[in-house]
C-alpha cells in the first residue's frame, strides 16, 4: 500500500509507451484513466464491479500505478508532489 501522503497528491505523471511524458492533475488524470479504461476489450475482475467508468478509474488511482491495456501495451501513473516556484 502506498504511502497515506502520496494520496493527498493533486498531481500525476503519466507513462504511456512510446509518447512523452504528461503531468496531468488529479481530475484529468481520472478522466485519461477512463479514457483508457473504456478502450479495453477486457476490463480487469477488480473494475467490474465497480458502478462507473469513474468509479473504475478512481479505484484504480488508490490502489495501483499500471493498467495493461493488452499483452505488451501498459500505461504508468504516478503521484507527484508540485513545488511552487512563484516568489513573493
Request: charged content about 30%; some cysteine.
Amino acid at each position: 500500500m502506498s504511502h497515506p501522503l502520496i494520496r493527498d497528491s493533486e498531481h500525476y505523471v503519466i507513462l504511456e509507451p512510446c509518447k512523452d511524458e504528461k503531468f496531468l492533475t488529479e481530475k484529468k488524470t481520472l478522466k485519461w484513466l477512463e479514457s483508457w479504461i473504456s478502450k479495453m476489450e477486457e476490463i480487469p475482475q477488480d473494475l467490474k464491479n465497480q458502478p462507473s467508468m469513474k468509479a473504475a478509474a478512481q479505484r484504480l488511482l488508490d490502489t495501483a500505478c499500471d493498467l495493461e491495456i493488452k499483452p505488451g501495451f501498459s500505461i504508468e501513473w504516478f503521484a507527484i508532489r508540485v513545488e511552487n516556484t512563484n516568489s513573493e
